[in-house]
Nanobody
Framework: QLQLVESGGDLVQPGGSLRLSCTAT????????VGWFRQAPGKEREGIAC????????EYADSAKGRFVISTDNAKRTVYLQILSLKPEDTAIYFC????????????????????WGQGTQVTVSP
């Protein structure tokens, strides 16, 4: 499994946007699918999106379509998650994780498919 570190979380006002980063500390993203997830207080971890290492294949959970954009910069070993039009209900800890295989299409967004989790990065949306 890749060792990944999340960053970019912040306190933002409703309607704002944020870009989170997920950076591999030792190896490139080649050969790995990377997913973004979040967990709000008292709720289960939910999937947001996943991507192949070159960004050719991306998949979004139904609840994430429209305001979330996943992208990759393999040279920086980083997968980004941009969140647009933030809402208070987006308040959560955001995590990324990886799978040691690449999907031609329909990479999995379900958290149960992934095993290794870091500390995450806190996003708080409040006036």
């Amino acid at each position: 499994q890749l060792q990944l570190v999340e960053s970019g979380g912040d306190l933002v006002q409703p309607g704002g946007s944020l870009r989170l980063s997920c950076t591999a500390t030792e190896f490139t993203l080649d050969g790995y699918t990377v997913g973004w997830f979040r967990q709000a207080p008292g709720k289960e971890r939910e999937g947001i999106a996943c991507t192949s290492p070159n960004g050719d294949n991306t998949e979004y959970a139904d609840s994430a379509k429209g305001r979330f954009v996943i992208s990759t910069d393999n040279a920086k070993r980083t997968v980004y998650l941009q969140i647009l039009s933030l809402k208070p209900e987006d308040t959560a800890i955001y995590f990324c994780s990886s799978l040691p295989l690449v999907y031609i299409q329909h990479c999995p967004t379900q958290a149960r498919e992934y095993q290794t989790w870091g500390q995450g990065t806190q996003v708080t949306v409040s006036p």
